[in-house]
């Protein structure tokens, strides 16, 4: 069996449907992160509004100047824990849609690769004689392009690891702060 410009363009054709697919998929992942976010956003600036119209009318009722520092102080650890809880939430959305992401992009590749290195196989197995170095090449230069994949795959999921842990670090050290905080003025 020889390969003809037909099944050229029938694996062509083949690979860019599946790159159509993959682009519509990650615009839907992309489109419930986004989502996501417009709601937690807008459930975020809800309940601010409600929350500093209640502590303005407890300040504009405050009776003396102590009473208005002592309602004030006692509103810092509930905003900060709002802020962190705020924060965590965004983050979460953040890492789950990175991870739907690169679960996709990875199952693509996966997917691509084997498509190629079948195609790779059929047209060596009908190549002339002579061309086994080649052959030989074109196989490198796909397990180079794997490697390399790879390699920038598993920086980008240590990236990745390095701000989750980063922001968790801060957001412990924040805590910690407004306890802090807290507690002095007490």
Avoid: C, W
């Avoid at 996501?36 to 459930?43: A, G, P, W």
């Avoid at 990875?106 to 060596?124: F, P, W």
């Amino acid at each position: 069996m020889t390969t003809t410009p037909e099944q050229f363009i029938a694996a062509t054709k083949a690979n860019l449907e599946a790159q159509f697919a993959s682009v519509a998929a990650l615009n839907k992942k992309a489109f419930e992160g986004l989502e996501q976010l417009l709601t937690l956003n807008v459930n975020a600036a809800k309940a601010g509004l409600e929350e500093s119209t209640a502590a303005a009318k407890q300040l504009l009722n405050a009776k003396d100047p102590q009473e208005f520092f002592n309602l004030t102080s006692a509103q810092v650890q509930p905003a900060a824990e709002k802020a962190l809880a705020y924060s965590r939430h965004l983050t979460s959305i953040a890492t789950a849609t990175q991870q739907e992401f690169t679960k996709a992009v990875e199952a693509h590749i996966a997917d691509t690769n084997t498509k190629v290195i079948g195609l790779i196989d059929e047209v060596t197995k009908n190549a002339p004689a002579g061309s086994e170095q080649a052959v030989v090449a074109l196989k490198t230069v796909v397990g180079n392009i794997n490697a390399g994949y790879e390699q920038l795959s598993k920086t980008a999921k240590q990236a990745q690891q390095t701000l989750e842990d980063n922001l968790n670090k801060a957001t412990q050290q924040f805590t910690q702060a407004a306890e802090k905080a807290t507690a002095k003025k007490k």
